[in-house]
């Protein structure tokens, strides 16, 4: 059974990058047929889908997000990683890591148990 585990910082100041790494375990990030996929929930709010890459590597951004987003992977480490820049307090959230099949699901097959961010100074 695929296993994710999300990791970092619990609190970033305002303007600084916000760098999360999901380490997946039970299954390659490389195999077929899967998005490996950012999720975040702000406080009081619903889920709101981040990102995405693909098993090819291919990757996927929201759009209200994309200019400040970058995703990638570590196939040696079966790792894939978040990078949101540019935080403010809007940005605090807690933030899953997911498998699925669907893309830009908020509800994927598989995923962490999330990670709590704050921005704050």
């Known amino acids: 059974q695929v296993q994710l585990q999300e990791s970092g910082p619990g609190l970033v100041k305002p303007s600084q990058t916000l760098s999360l790494t999901c380490s997946v375990s039970?299954?390659?990030?490389?195999?077929?047929?899967?998005?490996w996929s950012w999720i975040r929930q702000p406080p009081g709010k619903g889920l709101e889908w981040v990102g995405a890459i693909d098993s090819s590597g291919s990757i996927w951004y929201s759009p209200s997000l994309k200019s400040r987003t970058s995703i990638y992977r570590d196939t040696s480490t079966n790792q894939f990683t978040l990078q949101l820049s540019s935080v403010t307090p809007a940005d605090t959230a807690v933030y899953y890591c997911g498998r699925g099949r669907v893309l830009s699901t908020t509800t994927p097959d598989y995923r962490g148990q999330g990670t709590q961010v704050t921005v704050s100074s």
């Open positions: 039970g299954g390659s990030i490389t195999s077929s047929g899967y998005y």
